[in-house]
RNA sequence: UCCCCGGUAGCUCAGCCGGUAGAGCAGGUGGCUGUUAACCACUUGGUCGGGGGUUCGAGUCCCUCCCGGGGAGCCA
């Protein structure tokens, strides 16, 4: 390595000897010196890891796990692996994939004609996980602080830029933390791994701003600094009925929010993070705690500007009669919740956590604007390949 | 799954009212060159996403399926 005469760069190889390990015919090498658009790059995602982009999203993301880590563990949080085969047919969170060992040529029938479950290899009908959390809670009230981090599979027929059918999920779980607690840790939490990414990634971030999203720097150095707004779901109903805009989907007490009204809160009333707190009990499942006003529950979703929902929590219903009758409200089963009831027959305490997609967060750093350009190999419907 | 837009050379795209296809880049050859997504000249390269239909004739019009993008729903 010698100074260079060059402009623009300070030093060069002055090379004695190369050797070529495997050589890559041009013709044929789909990559060139230019610009590529990120459609054509997801087709050959085992190559687009060595574009500059998909270099630096990928740094970025090791540095994202690392945060996740390293701010859990100074918090004392023990680490939990939850399964990702599960018998929990029903968790309230969208369509599961099924795992079986049966002959699909050949099923075995019951005299009904019904698939016999019981010749598969767990003697049931079993799923990939769509959440760790009901495993967190028992974790978390023998530990008090625990968090999985991990992959999660939803077989919904999702085509959007911000759904995956495989994705990684954070979720904290804190016994004796109620939902304020649990708020000030979904914000602290954000904070940290942004200003953590601001500090390790500098080059990977100016690089974001330059050539993918001009915002993307000064709104993770404002957000690392602001304070996250706060507003009841009641409160945001209001002030999006009061905004005087023409909606698609007019705001009304009782429905869910729509993406529209999620975008206008965070990206124009507030212009920051937002944290939406206390949602009708009958638009949200059944464990989370029901208020005393027996309308709404205790839960939080984290909305940011450009990507909406990065973040869903609740403070869990700790009341066993409660439970019950929110398991059966909602039309499930409550036997295979058998253990999950039990956390509230033997030394319930009040507890909370949330969940926070990996990917929502890479896209939320990175400025990139769809899902599948910051997993390293995404599985969509259609679409397992590598 | 629903709505809208798109699929033409390896990549990014043009192709008008239907008359059987072009550009830039990449690749190849030669030249030039302390280069940074170099420059000059020449040049290879196409089942126009698949199938069906209308027509003397379809990249172009119609039907259908597949794939991609955006929006919506589901959510993280």
Redesign the pocket.
Known sequence: MVA??????PV?LKVAEVHVYGTAD??AY?L??????F??L?EISHLRVRSNTFGAAFRVRNALAHAIHTFFQERDFVYVQTPIITTSDCEG??AMFHVTSLNLRDLPRSPDGAIDWQQDFFGRPTYLTV?GQLEAETYALGFTKVYTFGPTF?A?????????AE?W?IEPEMAFYDLEDNMRLAEEFLKFTIRYVLEHCREDLEFFKERVEKTVLGTLEHVAESTFAHLSYTDAVKALQDAGKTWE?APEWGH?L???HERFLSEEVFKKPVIVTDYPRDIKPFYMRVNDDNRTVRAMDVLVPRV?????GSQREDRHDVLLKRIRESGLDERPYWWYLDLRRFGSVPHSGF???M??MMMYLTGL????DVIPFPRTP??ADF
């Open positions: 260079s005469p060059a402009a623009g760069q060069e041009p013709a789909p060139q010196k230019k610009g590529h658009s459609e054509f997801r969170a969208g959440s939803r919904e027929n999702s085509n959007t830029p911000r759904h995956l994705f999920m989907f869910d729509q993406t529209e909406g929902e990065i973040i869903g969940g926070l997609g990917e929502r604007k769809n899902i599948r259609g679409n």
